[in-house]
């Protein structure tokens, strides 16, 4: 569900630049942020799990996640175009 939030990221994280990072993950993939995020998770059993991913952007670290049968997500944000974006791309 896409929120409204008051402290004003949505005008820094707007939609031009969810698309531009989702281009880059697209391309690139994960940042090298989120690639150690990454690394760590696949060293445990994620088959049932749910994790709360704060900061959570695009989706990147969620789709890794459910790929490798974690049960649910819940990305965190303050961005509302960001969760907006995520939610969009995880329902095609």
């Known amino acids: 569900m896409h929120r409204q939030h008051s402290c004003g990221a949505d005008l820094l994280f707007d939609m ?21 995020i990454l690394k760590k998770l696949a060293e445990n059993e ?7 991913d704060i900061g959570g952007g695009i989706g990147a670290i969620q789709w890794f996640f459910l790929r490798q049968g974690a ?22």
């Open 71 to 92: 049960r649910k997500t819940l990305d965190v944000d303050a961005s509302g175009t960001y969760l907006q974006l995520a939610e969009i791309l995880h329902r095609r």
């Open 46 to 52: 994620l088959t049932n799990n749910s994790l709360h």
């Open 16 to 36: 031009k630049s969810a698309r531009r990072e989702m281009k880059r993950y697209r391309k690139k993939g994960p940042s090298r942020s989120a690639k150690k």
